[in-house]
């Protein structure tokens, strides 16, 4: 019989974190995460977004087996910047069964209502980057690239009833093919009318550069995107503060 457990024990965290590597088995092309990492997610240690609200987790399970699992929660701080009700879900991994990813996707809907949300959206990335946000819709016999998810073709049929609010798209480069001169006279002339100039960041001099970056980030974000918030805020001020006390040996 399926049933929703929430996840309370330490088993329960290891049925959550071991069960894409059953899923995935006969993928080649899925890449794992480190395992302390996802350790790390799941006491909220290692996720900004995660740390911005309440959030909960849960498992599906059939006669004791894992069969899906989904993490759902609010973000807070974004939700208050943004003037929102926004809940999100994340982490959301299931057997091809479409009983099991409604029953998690449903428990996920019922935990945001309650908590007053009028709007679900996901998946979205624990850590606030790309990795695990949105599905693999297209392009499943490529490797998977740096920070873009991967997942198996029939997840897109669990969301057929949900409505899309951002698409992306991703396109390869041949680095063996170097920049063309007429580019390069592009950028140039660019250069030259809008008075900027590319310089390589000097890391020595981090906090210049950290207030370099913010800069940019701050200007350069778009008021429609629901996902970012400006560097003013608590989230991302976290950020900048961890981003000053790396060594500079490891840049």
Known sequence: MLKIVRVTSRLDRKEFTDLPERLYRDYPLWVP???????????????QLLANGPHVFFIAKDDNEVKGRIAVG??????????????????????????????????????ARNK???YLKGPVSPTNGDDYRGLLVDNFDDPPAVLMPYNPPYYASFFDS????LKYLGFQYDLANVISEREIKFTEIAMDRYKFRVEEAN??????????????????????EEDILPLHTTSYMTWQRRLSWWPIEEW
């Open 203 to 224: 890391f020595r001099r981090i906090r210049e550069v950290s207030a370099d970056l913010q800069k940019i980030m701050e200007e350069s974000i778009p008021n429609w």
């Open 116 to 118: 007053g949300m009028n």
């Open 74 to 111: 609010i973000e807070q701080v974004m939700n208050n910047e943004k003037s929102v009700k926004h809940a999100y879900f994340t982490l959301f991994e299931s057997v091809d069964d479409r009983e099991v990813a409604e029953a998690l996707l449903r428990t996920a809907e019922s935990w």
């Open 33 to 47: 995460p480190f395992s302390h990492e996802m350790k790390a997610i799941l006491r909220s240690r290692g996720s």
């Open 162 to 165: 949900f409505e899309i609010y």
